[in-house]
């Protein structure tokens, strides 16, 4: 592709761009296609000669695109959103025109030097103390696997890299059982063993850790001659939006001298809102804390934030370099790659920045109260009709209800409900399990949604409901 045809294409590239965005309230949510569609309409084998641009492009609209599930559609109710607001693409494309890899300030200063930046603005809008410094991960995934890697290896007296784990104790980690499932595969990673992440059981409302079992779990523990190494609590789990009191887990956390990772990777981005910030209170005590930029604050995918109270012993774990203290923070000089797993790092700050610059964070606060607003209205709505049950209430933008019909066997009949819902593709939504029993999520989160659209949801619920009762 040459330097003219890489210009006409981009531009094209933008017009259908903003075309798709504008249009995708007439399109179904998830495509109808089923299971090896798609794959059947692809050539089986790589071309050996090079095609048009128009060729490519031309199939990209008609064997694609029928099969995208739409993320940005304005009535994508399912799992928790992934937005992707229309000035962090912009920013996404410059980076991608310039594919810049970014894992050492020198590598590209700015990239550096623009992310200490950013990561400090978020610090700051989410009231997180000045104590705290971050990086900017892939994912929560990652930001939780080096936060396990951290703990483990401050358990071990920072023998675990280089030893193994063989003829060391055996590591214990504590969570409740409504952590995201990337807290298991960390767990796995990092080598300290399902059997060993210590799942404590949860009560109330918000399905919150019980800190006195959590306690006596960590000194029974320890006296069988087990090493505890860290705790993992969350603020909005992710099947109800399961939250932790922060402030207990990290007062035993404190007395049990273990490293505290907070999972807040959906329900972090509501923290730039006062009122919300009840469900975090006692954050400040946590050694590690991720949210996610790319779920409900807008930022394009990948933009996961880690907030790290002492970010030498995380570059202590991390760092390829034995010389950790030298880099880290002296001479102003910062290599985020030894902040993170991979080497390779792209420039994640420049969505973020366009993002919060044109935005603003009080149109970003006004967006995310919409959110709860409407959710929590529409929660009401559904526990007023009869045969509607409200199963988790309201936590921020997230709640579960169910269907009941008498004499119908509720988890098939709640499943069928869900999946003509979907296949009627005006609004998508998920399921999950609550106490073992079926049971619908609702989460409203994406950009460009307004009140009519969760006033369709409504309609679509109750409608399909009826009539498959
Ligand atoms: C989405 C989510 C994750 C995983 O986030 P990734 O960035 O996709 O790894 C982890 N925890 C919670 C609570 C989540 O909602």
Redesign the pocket.
Known sequence: MNSNEFREWSLRAAEWGADYRSTLRERPVRPLVEPGEISRSIDVSPPEHGETMQAIFADFERKILPGMTHWQHPRFFA??PANAAPVSVLAEYLVSVMAAQCMLWQTSPAATELETRVVDWMRQALRLPEGFSGVM????????LAAVLTMRERALDWQGNKKGLQGQPILRVYSSDQ?????DRAIWVAGVGEDNLVRIPVAGRFRAMDVAALEAAIVADRQAGMLPAGIIA?????STGGTDDIAEVAAVARRHGLYLHV?????GSAMICPEYRHFWAGVEQADSI?F?P??WLGAQ??C?MQFIRRPDDLVRTLAIKPDYLKTHGRDGIINYSEWSVPLGRRFRALKLWFLLRAHGLENLRTMIRNHVAWSEGLAERLAKEPDFEIVSEPMLSLFSFRHLVAGTESNQHNLRLVNAINDDGRIYLTQTRVDGQVAIRFQVGQFETTAADVDTAFMVITEIARRLA
């Open positions: 799992y928790f991960q892939d994912s929560a995934s990652s930001a939780t952590v995201h499932t990337s807290i969350c603020v909005g789990g992710t999972d807040a990777a959906w329900a991720v996610n790319h779920k995918f990948d996961s």
